[in-house]
């Protein structure tokens, strides 16, 4: 029996209720970039709600430490909610609990990185501090989070306003991406995410393969997914044509590009189940486990004054702000364009229409694998 789903692995629920069912998994490791952005999170969180923070306190809870990196972004991403405000911080909820029950007992929970309101709209962010690209738009873990947050709130609001802060990926819509709904619609998510639930407590075991088996720790052993990892490698044999014409040109492209995820995916996923194979003692002919670690950093406590105590040696820098960093400190543009130089590293083929996807591969997403 499912008792709770949180919210970030929500989307994966609306799209494939049988990855919840599946038993004896690799447990899912925390890696270097997940503790990095959990840190980031951290020192976002101490600018929104005006946390002091002491200068010996140089690391987050975790132990990663707070980078130069890491608090510029988080305070580009502070001052844009305190302009929007007027220049205060007041009012501002952070990592606010927001757990709600819906009417199949299953409880969606979560825990927002930040929520407000202004000019009567609520407002619900999320703060994405890695380069995988992230959306708004039917963002099904900030839907939870807002579905949430009005139940907590006990309140209607005539916008919703739903956005991704990603300041480190590029994106053409900009680091902060937004979707606006009327309370109407977060009624109709709502109803959308209840009757899923009611069908997942009814029996609805269907497996659909789609973008949210990426981070699945079932891939290696889910019957969908494999069937459509094995379907990708035969048609991307189908290279019978000593020419192609553009169009075809295009869809091949396409559909490589669709089987070097599943690949990627299968791979990580297999890994995983290795790892935690090994890790029970049981033996992988031909693979063992190797630590990796991160770079070294400072303990907690270290700062530049107590090394120069001990050792009479200053380890501090000084070094010049990159030009978007500059251009966020308030260096005019025009000035920047003028002194700055782009060098020509090659050319990059883009993909410019993402609407044609290879169904070839996947098949019919709402037929049930058995």
Same mark, same amino acid.
């Given at each position: 029996?499912?008792?709770?789903?949180?919210?970030?692995?929500?989307?994966?629920?609306?799209?494939?209720?049988?990855?919840?069912?599946? *038993?004896?998994?690799?447990?899912?490791?925390?890696?270097?970039?997940?503790?990095?952005?959990?840190?980031?999170?951290?020192?976002?969180?101490?600018?929104?709600?005006?946390?002091?923070?002491?200068?010996?306190?140089?690391?987050?809870?975790?132990?990663?430490?707070?980078?130069?990196?890491?608090?510029?972004?988080?305070?580009?991403?502070?001052v844009?909610?305190?302009?929007?405000?007027?220049?205060?911080?007041? $009012?501002?909820?952070?990592?606010?609990?927001?757990?709600?029950?819906?009417?199949?007992?299953i409880?969606?929970k979560?825990?927002?990185?930040?929520?407000?309101?202004?000019?009567?709209?609520?407002?619900?962010?999320?703060? %994405?501090? $890695?380069?995988?690209?992230?959306?708004?738009?039917?963002?099904?873990?900030l839907?939870?989070?807002?579905?949430? *947050?009005?139940?907590?709130?006990?309140? /209607?609001?005539?916008?919703?306003?739903?956005?991704?802060?990603?300041?480190?990926?590029?994106?053409?819509e900009?680091?902060?991406?937004?979707?606006?709904?009327?309370?109407?619609?977060?009624?109709?998510y709502?109803?959308?995410i209840?009757?899923?639930?009611?069908?997942?407590?009814?029996?609805?075991?269907?497996?659909?393969?789609?973008?949210?088996?990426?981070?699945?720790?079932?891939?290696?052993a889910?019957?969908?997914?494999?069937?459509?990892?094995?379907?990708?490698?035969?048609?991307?044999?189908?290279?019978?044509?000593?020419?192609?014409?553009?169009? *075809?040109l295009?869809?091949?492209?396409?559909?490589?590009?669709?089987?070097?995820?599943?690949?990627?995916?299968?791979?990580?996923?297999?890994?995983?189940?290795?790892?935690?194979?090994?890790?029970?003692?049981?033996?992988?002919?031909?693979?063992?486990?190797?630590?990796?670690?991160?770079?070294?950093?400072? %303990? /907690?406590?270290?700062?530049?004054?107590?090394?120069?105590?001990?050792?009479?040696?200053?380890?501090?820098?000084?070094?010049?702000?990159?030009?978007?960093?500059?251009e966020?400190?308030?260096?005019?543009?025009?000035?920047?364009?003028?002194?700055?130089?782009?060098?020509?590293?090659?050319?990059?083929l %883009?993909?410019?229409?993402?609407?044609?996807?290879?169904?070839?591969?996947?098949?019919?997403?709402?037929?049930?694998?058995?």
């Open positions: 029996m499912i008792k709770s789903i949180h919210c970030s692995k929500l989307s994966r629920a609306m799209a494939c209720a049988g990855s919840l069912f599946f *038993e004896d998994l690799p447990k899912e490791e925390t890696n270097e970039a997940a503790l990095e952005g959990t840190a980031a999170g951290e020192y976002l969180e101490r600018l929104l709600t005006r946390q002091e923070l002491h200068p010996n306190v140089t690391h987050a809870r975790n132990g990663v430490p707070f980078d130069l990196d890491m608090r510029f972004y988080a305070l580009d991403v502070a844009g909610i305190r302009d929007l405000l007027g220049g205060s911080y007041l $009012g501002v909820n952070c990592e606010t609990v927001i757990d709600w029950q819906t009417q199949s007992g409880a969606i979560g825990r927002y990185d930040a929520s407000f309101t202004h000019e009567k709209n609520l407002y619900v962010d999320d703060y %994405k501090y $890695g380069f995988g690209i992230v959306e708004a738009k039917e963002n099904w873990q839907l939870g989070y807002a579905i949430g *947050e009005v139940i907590r709130r006990n309140c /209607s609001f005539p916008t919703i306003v739903l956005r991704i802060h990603q300041p480190r990926a590029h994106h053409e900009g680091t902060t991406r937004e979707w606006r709904i009327t309370y109407d619609e977060l009624i109709h709502k109803t959308v209840e009757n899923r639930m009611t069908a997942i407590v009814a029996g609805e075991k269907s497996l659909v393969t789609g973008n949210q088996c990426k981070y699945c720790p079932a891939a290696a889910c019957p969908a997914f494999n069937k459509a990892y094995h379907r990708g490698v035969d048609i991307a044999h189908e290279f019978l044509q000593d020419t192609l014409d553009e169009e *075809e295009s869809y091949q492209l396409d559909l490589v590009g669709r089987v070097e995820d599943l690949i990627k995916t299968r791979k990580s996923s297999l890994e995983m189940l290795a790892i935690s194979r090994i890790k029970e003692g049981k033996l992988i002919t031909n693979y063992g486990i190797d630590q990796r670690y991160g770079n070294r950093t400072w %303990k /907690s406590g270290i700062s530049p004054d107590v090394i120069k105590m001990m050792t009479g040696k200053d380890v501090t820098k000084s070094e010049m702000l990159s030009p978007a960093q500059a966020k400190v308030g260096v005019p543009i025009e000035m920047i364009n003028t002194i700055t130089e782009r060098k020509l590293l090659g050319n990059k %883009k993909k410019l229409d993402s609407s044609k996807l290879a169904d070839k591969i996947f098949g019919n997403p709402n037929k049930e694998i058995r």
